[in-house]
């Protein structure tokens, strides 16, 4: 009878061990979910933040660039840009394994962040397609109302080939979990992973590889396109503060597909994310509207959405690892530091960042990189780093945590920095970066597409 049930057992072992991982419904319609809210964010939501925040005559400029960006990276994310960024390869690109997403079905499967648990392939192409988008579309904030659509065409080409594909693959670039079962196979998927990945660099949902990175080629860009027609001299406020908040609004829930989405799966650490970006966002809109409040007299709308943006990019590299607690220290930080950033740095850097995409981008991304490796301290709350060899949380170590934090910011100044000047370059030889001064004077809505925003 023993060995019957012996022989039993070894049978449906087997039978156990050759069956497929399947997905999760529960994981899928999430990751699903997901993907639809970071659409949100880009289409309409960064599109209106930053259509409010330019004069009248330049907001249709603003939208086509956002929009037709998002167009644009989706479709050269599924030619080449998902096997670049998530193929093995080397330590700082991938391959062309996947180009044209070669062998990518309905039944294939990608890993999360836990032994045995996957999702469609589909889903996180998907998913991971409108990061792509947004990254790029986040860079026109910086030169807004004064450059060609054509220049902006081609250089988020050359961009996002060169800065976010590299970028994206050094950072979150691994076999997966289900490889690691020993101390040797941790060896191997580290020898194979992307660059910071191997570096023990933390980035939940894209400090970096988004905020970052976008931020540094649109300061590049400020420097390189050169200051608007009167710039410091004339008037260039927002034209509708009411569309930008809007914008704004939209960001903020579209931003909880995107952070709590980054955990892949429908777990309590995507329950964390999700409570992350709610505390941190809004300690951030309160600081920065309290300081505002307390040097210039008056709290602005602009302060409030300000903020808010300033505490979405903050959390974003933090936003699994960090508890709640950690988050509200963040965001108040965020609101605070941003707001010199977009004050006090733009003045020092001297550069016509004309929607403050380093400023609020760049240096929050930088802040709440850095923060991430002091908050993800079990001791503070944080959820620590898990050891998938041990297969539990393994010990802490801070200054190891920020040392790796630092690599990460300081790979990707420099990283995308030097594309992004080399990429200006080479489209400002092709086509030209800037419009003509009298285009600039009447507007991008009309000169550049021949259409008006607003009719009177």
């Known amino acids: 009878m023993n060995e019957t049930v012996e022989a039993v057992s070894a049978v449906a072992a087997t039978v156990a061990a050759a069956a497929p991982v399947l997905p999760n419904k529960g994981d899928t319609a999430w990751m699903l979910v997901s993907t639809v809210l970071v659409i949100l964010m880009t289409i309409p939501g960064l599109a209106l933040f930053y259509g409010g925040l330019v004069?009248?005559?330049?907001?249709?400029?603003?939208?086509?660039?956002?929009?037709?960006?998002?167009?644009?990276?989706?479709?050269?994310?599924?030619?080449?840009?998902?096997?670049?960024?998530?193929?093995?390869?080397n330590p700082f690109i991938g391959g062309f394994d996947k180009l044209f997403l070669m062998g990518v079905t309905p039944d294939s499967v990608g890993a999360t962040f836990s032994k045995g648990v996957v999702i469609p392939e589909l889903v996180f192409v998907a998913f991971q397609a409108t990061f792509a988008a947004i990254t790029t579309a986040l860079i026109v904030g910086?030169?807004?109302?004064?450059?060609?659509?054509?220049?902006?065409?081609?250089?988020s080409v050359l961009w996002f080939t060169f800065s976010y594909l590299p970028m994206a693959h050094m950072v979150w670039y691994w076999d997966g979990p289900d490889a690691i079962t020993d101390a040797a196979a941790l060896e191997k998927v580290t020898a194979a992973a992307g660059f910071l990945w191997a570096k023990g660099a933390l980035d939940f949902a894209g400090g970096t590889v988004v905020h970052i990175n976008a931020a540094m080629a649109g300061l590049v860009g400020a420097f390189l396109v050169g200051r608007r027609i009167g710039f410091g001299r004339e008037a260039m406020t927002p034209h509708s503060l009411t569309l930008t908040m809007v914008g704004a609004a939209m960001l903020w829930v579209g931003w909880f597909g995107f952070n709590a989405g980054s955990n892949l799966e429908a777990t309590g650490t995507a329950a964390l994310a999700m409570v992350n970006t709610l505390v941190a966002t809004a300690a951030?809109?309160?600081?920065?509207?309290?300081?505002?409040?307390l040097f210039k007299g008056k709290p602005s709308m602009l302060g409030a959405v300000s903020g808010a943006v300033a505490g979405l990019v903050a959390i974003t590299p933090a936003a699994g690892f960090v508890g709640p607690m950690g988050a509200i220290v963040i965001g108040l930080a965020a609101g605070v530091v941003c707001l010199w950033g977009v004050n006090g740095l733009k003045k020092l850097l001297g550069a016509d960042d004309a929607l403050?995409?380093?400023g609020v981008h760049g240096v929050g991304g930088i802040l709440g990189s850095i923060l991430t490796g002091v908050f993800a301290s079990p001791s503070l709350g944080g959820t620590g780093v898990y050891d998938y060899v041990a297969n539990k949380v393994g010990d802490y170590d801070m200054v190891a945590q920020v040392t790796s934090q630092l690599w990460g910011v300081g790979t990707v100044i420099v990283w995308s920095g030097v594309v992004a000047f080399v990429c200006y370059k080479i489209v400002d030889?092709?086509?030209?970066?800037?419009v003509p001064e009298e285009e600039e004077r009447e507007g991008l809505d009309i000169t550049a597409h021949g259409e008006s925003a607003y009719h009177y």
């Open 55 to 89: 004069r009248a005559k330049n907001m249709l400029s603003v939208l086509m660039q956002v929009f037709v960006i998002f167009a644009l990276i989706s479709v050269l994310w599924v030619v080449y840009g998902y096997s670049l960024a998530f193929t093995g390869g």
């Open 284 to 293: 951030a809109t309160l600081s920065w509207m309290f300081a505002e409040w």
């Open 142 to 155: 910086a030169f807004a109302e004064r450059i060609k659509f054509s220049a902006v065409l081609l250089f």
């Open 429 to 434: 030889l092709l086509v030209g970066l800037r």
């Open 356 to 358: 403050d995409v380093f």
